[in-house]
């Protein structure tokens, strides 16, 4: 009886200590998937605590004047859906903003411009027979019911980043060039896109303005869950044959860009 007591006492105190306090006050999470997307956006969080949990560090504190937890997501649809649960579990928000790079689908884009996604969608689920891709709706995994297949974002969020958009500063790939901001399509996929002839299928099929590796794997956590969801890219490639050495040229360019344009987002929420 005692040691029973013990042990629930212990599994207590761990809890706790797992346990973070910024639970209380749901603030808005913010992700990345990697260290250049997350990086700047850490530096300038106030009052920041970390919490590690399973391993994964979560930053609390203010950004843009507004509550957050942040967290890097690692890449690929399986860490971004694992690293959001996670994140809902144990810290609670109500909305969720993805900031990050892509490739760019859309031929009037060029790097270090930013596609708000209006929607997202995932283009590598689905049958593949005799060359012939369909592309196939997720499902709850108890009801089954399905979800769309583009996960709209959330209304608000769209607004005030499109509103945010028309305020920040970002910086050019050459200083007389402006970035531009558009609202668009984002694809996902478990794939670095390098390749003409892909792009052409992701334009084709699912009228896609860029490619990434984690936004809607996040946005159908989100949508499972209810919790508002939006995915912000600034493109670090054109997705092409020359996409690995623009990704290594532009992608810092490009991570500011976005984390820059969340700021402004956050500030005006
Ligand atoms: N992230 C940045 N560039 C990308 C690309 N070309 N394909 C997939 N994800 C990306």
């Not at 995932?122 to 196939?136: A, E, I, P, R, V």
């Not at 583009?150 to 028309?166: E, H, M, N, Q």
Request: charged share 20%; with cysteine; proline share 3%.
């Amino acid at each position: 009886m005692k040691n029973r007591f013990l042990l629930f006492f212990c599994l207590f105190l761990f809890r706790l200590h797992d346990t973070p306090a910024q639970i209380k006050e749901p603030g808005i999470a913010i992700v990345g998937a990697f260290r250049d997307e997350v990086e700047l956006l850490i530096s300038k969080i106030e009052d920041k605590q970390v919490y590690n949990i399973r391993g994964i560090s979560f930053f609390t504190g203010k950004l843009g004047g507004k509550s957050v937890v942040l967290v890097k997501s690692g890449v690929g649809k399986v860490n971004a859906a694992m690293t959001m649960t996670l994140l809902l579990e144990k810290f609670n928000p109500q909305q969720v903003i993805f900031s990050g790079v892509a490739g760019g689908l859309n031929p009037g884009l060029a790097p270090a411009d930013i596609v708000i996604a209006e929607k997202t969608a995932l283009y590598d689920f689905g049958k593949l027979s005799n060359d012939t891709f369909t592309y196939w709706s997720t499902s709850h995994p108890e009801t089954r019911v399905e979800n769309p297949l583009f996960f709209p974002a959330d209304s608000v969020l769209l607004k005030y980043a499109k509103i945010a958009a028309t305020k920040v500063a970002l910086k050019g790939i050459e200083t007389n060039l402006k970035p531009k901001i558009i609202g668009g399509i984002v694809v996902t996929g478990d794939m670095f896109v390098a390749s003409s002839a892909k792009k052409h299928i992701l334009v084709k099929d699912l009228k896609a303005d860029a490619t990434e590796m984690e936004g809607a794997a996040i946005a159908q956590v989100c949508y499972e869950m209810k919790i508002a969801c939006l995915i912000i890219r600034s493109l670090s490639d054109s997705a092409d044959e020359n996409a690995h050495l623009d990704f290594n040229k532009f992608k810092a360019i490009a991570a500011e860009n976005s984390a820059n344009l969340i700021i402004e987002t956050l500030r005006l929420l």
